[in-house]
Every structure is written in C-alpha cells, then in structure tokens.
C-alpha cells in the first residue's frame, strides 16, 4: 500500500471519508399529522404493567454490557459469552424469586417483553431457563421440589427443558425416551432406546445447564404408563463436566440465535432417584403401584402441556418486540429516505408514497393488535392459572390455551410478514447488517415453529371449537365468553346484511362474527362430509384441516378486535386527537383483516361489488392519513436506540452518519484483501 493510501486509511478510521449535513428530515416527519401528546400515547400503549415499564427500563440503561455493537461478527463461542456476562451483569438488579414471581405475574411479563425488544436470544437464553426448566417444576412438581426452585431463581442451577426428540416434536405422545421404575431402589432408569430417541434442540442443554426436565414414557412393573417429567442433574455442579451415563453434544449451526446453546442429550441407563419424578399428577406409592389423579394417559399429557402456558405466551410478546423494533426501523428509514419528486421539485421521502404506507400502516395496526393480545393474556394469566391449579381440567383452562394457541400463531406470523416488509421497505439498506433486519427475521422466524407448530397450534384452536359446536348441536348451551358469537342456525346467519354503517368500528366486529359463523357452518360440513368419506375419525379430521385452519384465526382476530375496542373507547372523552387516531388504527386493522376474507363473505352473499369497493377505499384512506402521524406514533412507543440497536433506525434521524461510522469503523473497511495471494493466482495469465 503505497504512503498516501495508507494515510487516507488511517484518516478514514480517525475521522471518516463520509460525512453529511444535518438531516432533518425524521424530525420534520414527526411533526406531522394532528398533534397529539407522546407521553399519553405511550402510556396508553404500555397502560398494563406500566409502573414495571418505568421501573425496569432503567435496569437496561444501567448495564454497559446491554449494547448492540456488531453482535453480528461475533463467532458463536463470543455470542454465548457475552450473553452470560450480560446475565451476570443484570443478575443482582433483578430482584426476581419465588414469592415474588408467585405474587405478581405481570412484572415477569415485562421484563420478558423488555428484555425481547433487546435481544431476542438473550431473553430466550433466560427464557428457557424460567418460562421452561422453572415452570415445568412450579406446575408439576411438588413441596418437595421447592429448593431446587430457589436454586433455579437465583440462577445457582441453570436448567433446561428436554421434551423434543430427534423425532418426534409436534407429537409429544410420541416421544421415545423410557423412565424405567426400578423398585428395589425406588429409582428411575433413564435411556435413549435409539438415536431417533435423543433429546434435541435442548436450548441450554449445549454448553450450561447443570439440570434438565427431561420427559419421558413412564415405565412402572412393565407397563407403559405415559409421558411423564423428570428433573435431573445433568452435569457436575462444581466441574461442569457432563454427569456418567449422559452423553451431550452440540446441535449445529442454526440461521440465528447462536447465542443459545441448544443441545442434544443421550442417556444411557441413567439411574435417578425416586423424587426426580415431578409428581403433581402421579406418583407411585411404597408398594410399588402407580398412582394418578388423572386416569387417562392422553389426558395427563394434555395437563402437562397446558399448564406450560408462558411459553407460548412469550412468543407473543417476542413478537410486539420484534415487530415493534422492525417498524421503529423501517417508518424512521421511511421518513428520512427520498427518491423521486414532482417534476422540478426536491425529493420526497418514500413515506410520502401512498404506495409505502399501504405497505407499513397495516403492520403498525398488528402492532396495536398484538400489544392488545399481550394484554390479555397479561391480565387472564393469574386468575385462569389460579383456576387451573384448583381444577387443571376446568374450562376456564381448555378455553385459555385455545385462545393462547390462536395469538400464538397470529401474532408470530404478523410479525414475520412486518419485519420483512420493513427490510422490503429499506431497500438495499435494508439488507446491510447493519440495518439488523435480517438479524431479526432470522430470529423471529422460529417463533413459528417452537412453543408449538403454528399448524397443529391451529388445529387445537379449531378442535376446542369444534367440541363446543358439537355439545351446542346437541342442545346444550355454549357457556364460554369465546363462544357466544356461534350461531348454529346457518340459516339464520345466512339472513344478516351489512348495515348503513357497516364500516364503523363495532359493525366490523359483527362482521368478523358472522364470517366465523360461515366459517364455521362450512367447516362443519366438510367434517360431515369426509367422515362420510373417509374411513377414519384421524383420516375426517386430517381431511378437513385446510378448512378448520381460518376458523381459528377468525377466532383470535375477534378476541383481539374486542380489547382493542375497549381500549380505543378507554381514549373517549380523554383526548379526542388520540381518540381519533387509535380509532382509525383499530379500524384499519379489521379493514385489513376482512380483505382477506372477502371471497367468502361475496360467496356468502353478505358482501357484494360495492362493498369491496368501498373496503378497498377505506383501506386506502386509513393508511393515508395513518401514515402522516407515523413516525410521531413511532417515536411515542420506540424502545431507545440502545435497547434496538440500528444504526438507520435512531431516534435522532441521523441514519445516513451513524451507517457510514459504524460502516468506517469496521476494521476492514478499508484493508485490502488479505487472499490477494489467491487473487493474483487466478488473474496471472
Ligand atoms: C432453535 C430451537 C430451539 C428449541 N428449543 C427447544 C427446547 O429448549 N426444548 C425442547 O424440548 N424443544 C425445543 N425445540 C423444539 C421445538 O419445540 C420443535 O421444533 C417444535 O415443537 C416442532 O417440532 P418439530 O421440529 O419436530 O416439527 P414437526 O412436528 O416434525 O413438524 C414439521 C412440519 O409438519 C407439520 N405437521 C406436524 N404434524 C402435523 C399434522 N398433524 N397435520 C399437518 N401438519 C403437521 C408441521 O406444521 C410442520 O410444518 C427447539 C427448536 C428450535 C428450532
């Protein structure tokens, strides 16, 4: 490299070759639209839980290891490094235990959403350790396993969740892991029987948990008495080295989240003793016998899975998290970017586009949308799991999970759908790492697949809602809140039209109501019709899925549209702008969601031409007007800039300087190839 080359390196590192003005462009965005106060929109946004918002972001600030700084070059050993040192740092601020934990959920669920709009794999990595390892001891556990759970909240012993197998996932009926009772020495042998058979994707299971629920078929005097949970000790508290008997290893690449350690695990007969067995629903007394609460395998498993419900309850709000750092990125980009203009005149940023606020507003409406789900399962959570401790089969609980299992799928693929539009919407910028949309993709992506399949998550959705229709066909009355809206006289449903006002927000309601009951009848008739045909219940069943599936999707949109209605109107006579704008936010969500469905409400009859004309045109309008206030919406609920950590998403508009100094700063930004030896291989004639 010759000397001024060299210099104007050393002087781009220093300084920088890229530099630009003042951009005002985002601030002058967010002036724009009606005004409204950004503080009451932010605590209307974060009104559940809000004194834990105030009260925890702090902890975040406070952390100097809580930093994005090009996490992305990081080799997967350093990603799960800093993620233990960011751990230890944030350990003695936490003030979480078990009294506390049991007394006040709602807290638990703040930090979890906080701790996801920082890092999903660092709220995760804790994740699978509370909402996993911990929970499946609170619910299954016994007295008996207390000290092990003071262990597990003050983070002495890291622990894991071992359900899912090489394979078998989804269907954990299935699993092939063997708890042998040993009666001579009251204790279980654990064994992999075959490679299939090996616990996998164990999150934390790879490199640091010293414990694992493990589950496992039951095996008592050699009959097979179902799938039961095991807390055991998987590796040696004090050298780390993995336990005799326990083989571990190391999943592999994945397309993100190296900062999680999943593992697989093989057990080779593993001997633990009796009080490993997590015993709230069996136990085998001194004699040997075995001992249930609940008689049926199938619905022992059922227990099992629904009291882990916070699992699922994190994906959605990894999922406002996500979504909401996505948009905080893509509106911001969208404000400050420019191309194009009216012939002779400056540039306009692309939000001016009619185009891209189509594109973005309908994300921002999911945005309040999953806020909403958040809510309800924030507020439902201690009052249903208090109900379920006293009865774990009451309805309250059956209805919970059902509801749970829709937001879980809804929430997670909305997000997914936003965070690419918003790449979309960055362009190739959008691309960079830097941008770190393609960092949240990668990561939201498996929200979709974990804590349950979002296909047969929606088949259980549709199954709860298909046994009510069929107590309902057979004269008793539906009792749960969920379910009012079936109506099983098709006929009569089929009499309803839209009214004058058919577009105001509680008429969209009904709407939605209607197309569950069209929904229904027609997925009820197909049932009919392939139970007819086929020659199985599982083969009926199995048949008629791709019609069961919108059933419930209908069934989360309405529940979430209902809260949604009853915050936008908590707004009235409060403050008529921020009435207003939430009321078009709520309004262009169920606009949004019934385009979708316009076939079926056209073949019903319900809707016709005009309608969807008119639809179309509210669309339109909504996502005009939303689209002026969005980056004002934006700045109200934004996380601060540390917490996502883009360089082109900043609250101070900055986006082009921040990009070009984290690109300059970039140690071989300016190196010349250190491969030029291969190079001038190839090039040499
Ligand atoms: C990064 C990561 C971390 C994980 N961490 C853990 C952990 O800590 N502990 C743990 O126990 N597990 C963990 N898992 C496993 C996860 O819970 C499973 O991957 C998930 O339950 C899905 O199971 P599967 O992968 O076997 O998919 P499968 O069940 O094989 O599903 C594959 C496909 O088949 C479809 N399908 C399945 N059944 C049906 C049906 N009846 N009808 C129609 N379609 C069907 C599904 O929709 C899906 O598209 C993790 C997974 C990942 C990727």
């Known amino acids: ?40 929109l932010h605590d209307f946004y974060y009104e559940i839980g809000l004194e834990y918002y105030k009260d925890l972001r702090p902890i975040f600030e406070q952390c100097p290891s809580l930093r994005h700084t090009n996490i992305f070059k990081l080799s997967k050993a350093d990603k799960r490094k800093l993620i233990i040192e960011q751990l230890t740092e944030m350990k003695p601020k936490l003030n979480f235990d078990r009294k506390s934990h049991a007394d006040n959920s709602l807290r638990g669920f703040v930090f979890g959403r906080l701790l996801f709009s920082f890092d999903m794999a660092f709220c995760v990595r804790l994740g699978v350790h509370s909402t996993l390892y911990i929970d499946s001891i609170l619910s299954l556990g016994t007295e008996k396993h207390i000290p092990m759970l003071d262990k ?148 022992r498993l059922g227990r099992m899975l629904s009291s882990l419900i916070r699992g ?140 349950g399949d979002n296909y047969v998550l929606l088949q259980q959705t549709s199954a709860f809602i298909v046994k009510q229709i069929q107590k309902s066909l057979g004269g008793k009355k539906v009792s749960l809140k969920t379910l009012q809206m079936i109506e099983t006289d098709f006929a009569t449903v089929k009499k309803q039209k839209p009214c004058k006002d058919w577009l105001e927000i509680p008429e969209l309601v009904k709407s939605f109501k209607i197309l569950f009951n069209f929904i229904l009848h027609k997925a009820m008739v197909k049932l009919q019709d392939n139970a007819g045909k086929a020659g199985t219940l599982f083969d009926a069943w199995n048949l008629s899925q791709p019609a069961l599936q919108n059933l419930g999707r209908i069934f989360g949109i309405i529940i979430i549209s209902e809260r949604l209605v009853v915050k936008t109107e908590s707004l009235k006579g409060k403050c ?4 207003d704008l939430i009321s078009k936010m709520t309004k262009l969500f169920l606009v949004d969601k019934m385009l979708a469905y316009v076939p079926e409400m056209l073949a019903n009859e319900y809707f016709n031409r005009n309608h969807l004309n008119e639809l179309e045109g509210m669309f339109t309008g909504l996502c005009g007007e939303l689209g002026e206030s969005s980056a004002r919406i934006i700045d109200a609920i934004a996380e601060e800039d540390f917490m996502f950590g883009s360089c082109i998403g900043r609250k101070d508009g900055q986006a082009y300087q921040h990009l070009a100094n984290e690109i300059e700063s970039q140690p071989d930004c300016y190196q010349a190839a250190p491969w030029i030896d291969v190079l001038k291989k190839l090039i040499t004639p």
Request: with cysteine.
């Open 152 to 299: 597990a909240f003050s983070l002495q012993e890291i622990g894991c969740f071992a359900m899912t197998e090489l394979g078998h996932g989804s269907n954990v009926s299935g699993i092939a892991t063997t708890a042998t009772f040993i009666p001579e020495t009251r204790e279980f042998e654990i064994n992999t029987p075959n490679s299939l058979a090996t616990k996998w994707w164990i999150g934390a299971a790879g490199q640091t948990a010293v414990k694992s629920t493990v589950f496992a078929q039951l095996y008592v005097g050699g009959k097979n008495k179902g799938v039961h949970a095991f807390v055991v000790d998987i590796r040696e508290k004090d050298t780390h080295n993995v336990k005799n008997g326990i083989i571990i290893g190391d999943c592999g690449g994945k397309f993100e989240l190296d900062g999680i350690d999943n593992g697989f695990i093989i057990f080779k007969n593993y001997r633990v003793p009796y009080d490993s067995l997590l015993d709230g629903i069996s136990q085998i007394d001194d004699k040997g016998h075995f001992i249930s609460q609940i008689a049926k395998k199938e619905k």
């Open 312 to 451: 699922r309850t994190s994906v959605t709000s990894a999922s406002e998290a996500n979504l909401k750092n996505a948009l905080t990125i893509g509106i911001r980009w969208a404000a400050i970017r420019k191309q194009f203009g009216p012939p002779g005149k400056p540039e306009v940023p692309i939000l001016d586009y009619q185009l891209t606020r189509n594109r973005l507003l309908p994300h921002l409406a999911n945005l309040f949308a999953i806020n909403a789900a958040c809510e309800i399962t924030f507020l439902q959570y201690d009052p249903i799991k208090n109900l379920m401790t006293a009865d774990p089969e009451c309805n309250e609980g059956v209805e919970f999970h059902a509801v749970l299992s829709a937001f879980k799928v809804l929430t997670s693929d909305w997000c997914f759908a936003g965070i690419h539009e918003c790449r979309k919407i960055c362009g190739g910028i959008g691309y960079s790492s830097h941008s770190r949309l393609g960092e949240l993709l990668a990561k939201h992506d498996v929200n979709m697949t974990w804590e």
């Open 1 to 40: 490299m010759d000397k001024l080359n060299r210099l104007n390196m050393i002087q781009g590192h220093i300084l920088g070759n890229l530099s630009f003005p003042n951009d005002t462009s985002l601030s002058d965005y967010v002036q724009r639209g009606p005004s409204f106060n950004k503080t009451a």
């Open 576 to 579: 008529a702008v921020l009435y």
